[in-house]
């Protein structure tokens, strides 16, 4: 191939194509304040007499994504449980608070590379689970199921009816199964009738025997 020219390598370097700035999308990890310990660290009694500068190393400052998930869902159970001993119930030991923490993370990751199929899957895999575990929370207690989705902030949207869409090759395969089905039930009711009769003709020889 011939050699381009300078004003078409020139305009080949120099006209591409503008790439748009996206905006930076708030997370819900922003309302932590950075002075706040990590998890780990929160609770020991000796960071009362340590340095500021060892403080601030251990700070959410300087904490990465999953130390600070953490920590926000160390805050939902102290949210949602029933009492400041309660580390039995469903709702405390349950994915609900991790599944909400994780949901809004991918969430707001889709939202800056909507085209990450991955994270989607894994996005409604996790939605699919809450789903079943608030149903399971609102059959059995109803009140805690409200309180749990009013302190989680989440809504629960119940499955939809399964629908088929009715085919010619699907009612005839519908017919032949049903068909099959009880033409199966006629023969265990007949091997149920011949065994009730071998039972009382046995019945009726002992009592013969007897008598």
């Not at 989680?152 to 005839?172: A, C, F, G, M």
Request: charged letters at 35%; glycine letters at 2%.
């Amino acid at each position: 191939h011939p050699a381009c020219s300078p004003v078409l390598q020139a305009a080949r370097g120099y006209a591409r194509p503008v790439s748009k700035k996206r905006k930076d999308i708030p997370s819900h990890l922003d309302d932590l304040p950075p002075t706040m310990l990590k998890k780990e660290y929160a609770n020991l009694p000796i960071m009362s007499r340590v340095d500021d500068v060892v403080k601030r190393v251990l700070s959410l400052e300087m904490a990465s994504q999953k130390e600070k998930m953490k920590v926000k869902i160390q805050q939902l159970v102290k949210k949602v449980r029933r009492s400041p001993k309660d580390n039995g119930s469903f709702e405390v030991q349950g994915k609900l608070k991790k599944g909400r923490v994780l949901i809004r993370t991918l969430e707001e990751h889709l939202q800056r590379h909507p085209k990450d199929i991955r994270n989607r899957r894994f996005m409604l895999m996790d939605l699919d689970r809450r789903r079943k575990m608030l149903g399971y929370l609102r059959r059995v207690n109803y009140s805690t199921f409200e309180n749990t989705c009013k302190q989680l902030d989440i809504q629960y949207s119940p499955p939809q009816p399964y629908t088929r869409h009715v085919t010619k090759r699907w009612l005839v395969k519908k017919a032949l199964c049903r068909k099959v089905f009880q033409e199966k039930q006629k023969l265990k009711a007949a091997v149920r009738l011949r065994q009730r009769r071998e039972r009382q003709a046995r019945a009726r020889a002992a009592r013969e025997q007897q008598e």
